[in-house]
């Protein structure tokens, strides 16, 4: 039963272009959600959260959006660059169960080309 | 920064033997964690641990054991390695704070059984 899919096994932009990463999430117990970045040979490395009691939250280049009653998330890069070339990982979690457990998709490749 | 660093970064084992994996953070970080890494099935949950010598099961305990016995140490112990336990094996930390969920990964250690 995989509470949190990514149904984009991968994704192609061009540099420049905004990257969209979407993530759905079936646990209604979900209150806090973040997304990983992954390169090969390397452990995942913490990007961007949001909590259910924002729609939005913004880092620099990077925007994570939620529509809780869809309950789906989607990660926003621009403008994508080379280096963004991984695969995204989107996670979630619950307050009441402590946060410590975080359910994580089965990830999206994305491949910025030049 | 956190770091969190894994003992091996390859290692190779023979099927039916006894397998160690180390783990080691140096935040200070009341939780730690042990994943799976497997194509299309994202990271799963092993163990995680919130104190020494606590742990808890996570999704897919079978086949394995946790020892934490100082803080800053965690370890994943495959008791009879089999072929199905060939992957990429991640530990991760995380601060005790309410409200913080991030977690911090390491490299990983890829693992092959034969």
């Known amino acids: 039963d995989q509470q949190v899919k990514q149904n984009s096994p991968s994704l192609s932009v061009q540099e420049g272009r905004i990257s969209i990463l979407n993530c759905d999430y079936t646990?209604?117990?979900?209150?806090?959600f973040l997304w990983y970045k992954k390169y090969p040979a390397e452990g995942p490395t913490f990007l961007i959260s949001?909590?259910?009691?924002?729609d939005k939250n913004e880092d620099g280049r990077f925007t994570v959006f939620l529509n809780k009653s869809a309950k789906h998330l989607s990660l926003h890069i621009v403008p994508s660059q080379p280096g963004d070339s991984a695969v995204y990982f989107c996670?979630?979690?619950?307050?009441?169960?402590?946060?410590?457990?975080?359910?994580f998709g089965t990830g999206t490749q994305l491949k910025v080309e030049l | 920064d956190v770091k969190v660093t894994q003992s091996s970064r390859y290692l190779v084992k023979r099927t039916g033997e006894k397998v160690f994996l180390e783990c080691v953070q140096d935040?200070?970080?009341?939780?730690m964690f042990w994943y799976r890494q497997d194509p299309g099935l994202g990271l799963r949950l092993i163990y995680f641990?919130?104190?020494?010598?606590?742990?808890e099961k996570g999704d897919i305990p079978e086949g394995y054991s946790v020892s934490r016995e100082k803080k800053e140490r965690f370890s994943l112990i495959l008791e009879s390695a089999s072929t199905n336990q060939t992957s990429m094996y991640l530990c991760?930390?995380?601060?005790?704070?309410?409200?913080?969920?991030?977690?911090?990964f390491g490299p990983g250690t890829r693992l092959t059984v034969t």
């Open positions: 646990n209604s117990m979900f209150d806090y």
């Open positions: 996670a979630a979690t619950s307050f009441t169960g402590g946060g410590n457990k975080l359910t």
């Open positions: 991760a930390s995380r601060a005790g704070l309410a409200g913080v969920y991030e977690q911090y």
């Open positions: 641990s919130y104190d020494v010598k606590m742990k």
């Open positions: 949001i909590s259910s009691i924002k």
């Open positions: 935040m200070d970080h009341e939780n």
